[in-house]
């Protein structure tokens, strides 16, 4: 019997106190930008303003051309891309697979199983950065690719699991009944039925596994030390170790760092919130 | 009258069927087992402290009876802080290996100066004490098989238990109060009723327990409440009585009375029967010999030591780490652990399980207020510790032979393997491995070198040390177990509180600020709710540690937040806490102190410092907040929603107001959603890596000793000190995963949805 209008002084307060939350929001962004787009700080901290006196595109220009010295943007992206997108096959191919067997299948140690990927899907890569050093350093590909790709392919499978996992539990038996009943094989009602229904899921465990790679820095800092290997969010890492004169730079380049992640996470929104809620706030509204 | 065919002895013959054979088979061998750990032990371990002391003590004892003068025996006084009973074996073994082992006793308090390995008097003195050490290893491969005896399982564990092996192959006074304390457990524990034979001999072994060493005498303490409880039970569901004068209050603490009292004097009076110093002057000497022990454990020896309060519960999750090579395994700290899972579930049940359980938490109990912390007051705790880490052993395996669909599970593996393999083995090799040789890490000294040598050297090494075999020739590498627990513990106490606390505290705020907006938002007519919903998940979809730069750069020295203040405030580096509640814990701690209550005042102290916590705390805090309350938002926003608008809608046509309707019905309903999202937001929090290194600075963190587990292994790491860094990576992954149990025993995630219906 709830009405749909709202008393004007309410709605005033409300919005206020909304608006006073937003500025909490925005205020270490707006911030940002300011330092990106603006004079903002010169070094000194005498020369510090909170406004920008200038409008300028010089440091996001740099950002996006040559951030750190020797270094070019197109280098970095490469890297960046190379990582993000094989974690992201990896992710989705390994992931898909176990999870289809999570939901269908009620096999002894099924519970256990869930229960690591979900302790590992919450961990953050760094997490494993000891004992992967040493391993990795054993197998002989610390320093390339592959070796990242690995690490974060440690926390980027669980979480396709469980997003994957959560996503088929929904799909009805009854349709790969018919499916089966129909002549398919194993493989068809996997590829054919419960894949494709899950569809919107996949991609956002791929995407996922996408920025677990793309904005990640401490593990493939400690793993390679090569130039050429250097991702963007390393490079982000290696301008903010060149202290406060470079902020500007800093944020410019954060900046382009978190464009794809906010574009996945608002573009996919219903979906990634789902799976990084491992499907919490879902069966919160389904009961 | 029918007679029977066969005399009864004879039947019994033919009963000794095979499983009472597997049975004295089972506890031969746990006794051969710890015997042989026990024998190589008292063989290869050093001189320990106080060895020397018992040494000259027993010396003296074998000379009063080698003039068969027993007055001089109950007149000795030597070492008189402890009941006479081991030393006067030790003296009888020495009066039988003959004069040349008495006759010339140790020179009083040279204990400080001997423990040099290579010292000529060390070896010597050495020589003479591993003689004594038989009566130690005897006893302690006795406690182990009787152990066995009731439960095989908790017989291997007190075999392998590394501080029993240690402390019962030294000519130390535990060996024997622990094999009667043991003997008091498992009578008493047979006893039906009050005044049994079982009830009468627990209390003789009890008191023969004390007679050995006082500390023991903390296990009477758990029969008292046993019995009390037993008879109170009784007398619960005795019928009402019809008519009576006495009150219930008094007839049942009359009860209580009738079930501890003549078992505390039985005991007391064994206890009189076999400490012969106290035969002379019963009153006098106790109070000489417990005041010299009361002194100690508040006198400089102690103070020295500098223990926590919580040493006994550190040893317990530990192992002995004294000698590296000579005990295997080194695990006892993982069945501790079991045991006190177990001990609550044991309270419920009676008989064994409920006195064991009391056991262990008397004596542990005991230790942790008693302000002297010596490793060797451990063995206390291994009989009891043992029986109940045997018995959640026993349940866990009990509960999955009985799971349901055995059969249906197993061909529905087949089918499911091809599925999982591919994820299994990448898992198995890129998380699951390394795991494994991060725990495997931590249980060692390796080095840079020693990492870098090759994994399978490492192994190699690393299950010879396990097993005490003689090391890899060439290859450095001392395998500690959990022994390294105890120290690592106590750098790791520190960061681990603060890290908590952190996430407490950001999760609180986060909750709050999440579910106000929630609320606000939930509001029927409200405009523009989807942009706003929009902009709140903005902290979100930013990468975390693009949010850590944005805030490293306003809290920095020449900042956003400086800049518009105008202040030089180091909010990153500053050492003083915002809020500062030492100077109030300490008065109150030296009042403790002074009233020998010291653990307590530590106890202040401790909660006083971790809650002082630096600014840097509060600029994580706020940082944490940011980060994470659009996910508190989106969990409570679900939670709202879940609220079936009919039953606002019926209170308020019965008048409740706003207020009591969100208290009374919509709070009782979202609370626990709001939990589940904090745990799972809690775990990810606890090891967030870009927050605390960006915001503050590693160098800063340290600096404010604000550091949290992360960073904490990563520092580790860099100081090539991987043991440590290794012991907090698998705290960190250790912790993280008991919040997500948490999470996932609310959620139910883990399960099917047939099994959810």
Known sequence: MSNRTMPLRDQVIAQLLLALAGAFVLAPILWMLGLAFGGGIGGRPDDASLTPRVFTLEHVLRAATEPLPGTPFSLLLFNSLVVSLGTALIAVAFGASAAYAFARYRFPGRRLGLFAALVLAALPPAALATPLLIYLNGLGIKHSHLGMIMVYSAVAVPFAIWTIRNAMRGVPRDLEDAAVLEGAGPWAVFARVALPLAAPSVAAAGMIAFLIAWSEYAVAAALNSESQLVTLS????????????????????????????????????RYVLDALTFGIARTASRS | MKVPLQPPHARSWARFDRAALTRALVVTLVFGLALLLRVRAAESMALDFDEDDYLRAGQLYAQHLAAGDVGAVLAERENYEHPPLTKLVFGAILLARGPEAYATPLPKDQATTIHRPDD?????????????????VAAGALTAGLVAAVSPLAGLLVALSSWHIKYTSQAMLEALPCLFAACALLTLARSRRNGDRAYWLGAVFLGLTAAGTYRYAAGGFAAIGWLVWRELRAWRERPEPSATAVP?????????????????????????????????DPLGRLRESLVFNADFSVGRAVQRAGLPWFQPLLLLLGASAANPGVIPLLLDGAFGLLALLAARRMLREEGLPRLTALWLLANLVFLLFWPTKWSQYIVALTVPASLAAARWLSDARRAWARRPHKAQERHELRRALPWLAPAGLLLLAVAAYPIALQAAVAATNAQAATVEAGQWRFWQAFGRGALA??????????????????????????????????????????????????????RPGLRWKAAWHALFMLPWAVPEFVAALAWQTIFDDSGALNTLLGTQIKWQSDRGPLLDLRPLAAPLSEFFRTARLAPIGDMLVFLAESLSQPKAFWVLVLAGVWVCFPFMLLVSAMALRSVPDTIGDAARVDGASGWALWREITWPLIAPRLLTGALLRGALLFNAFYLPQLVVGERNLQRVQAVTLAL??????????????????????????????????????????????
């Open chain 1, 234 to 269: 390393m490079a982000l890492s290696g301008i903010a170790g060149l202290g406060e004169a470079s902020w500007q730079l800093m944020c410019a380049t954060a900046l382009l760092v978190s464009l794809p992640a906010l574009a996945i996470f608002y573009g996919l929104k």
């Open chain 2, 120 to 136: 000529p008097a060390t070896i010597q003195i050495l020589a003479q004490v591993k003689t004594l050490r038989a009566l130690g």
């Open chain 2, 248 to 280: 219930p209050a008094v007839s049942m603490a009359l009860a209580a009375l009738r079930a501890a009292v003549p078992w505390g004097l039985a005991a007391l009076l064994a206890f009189y029967a076999f400490d012969p110093a106290l035969w002379p």
């Open chain 2, 469 to 522: 075999l003689p090391p890899l020739a060439g290859y450095q590498l001392d395998y500690y177990g959990l022994a390294a627990i105890p120290s690592f513990s106590s750098q790791l106490l520190g960061p681990l509180a603060f890290n908590l606390l952190w996430v407490a505290v950001t999760l609180a705020l986060a909750t709050a600020l999440g579910l106000g907006l929630a609320t606000i938002l939930n």
């Open chain 2, 712 to 757: 904490l292994a990563a520092s580790g790491v860099n100081d090539s000190n991987f043991p440590f860094a290794a012991f907090v990576g698998t705290t960190a992954l250790l912790a993280a995963a008991l919040l997500l149990w948490r999470f996932d025993r609310r959620t139910r995630l883990t399960e099917e949805l047939e099994e959810l219906r």
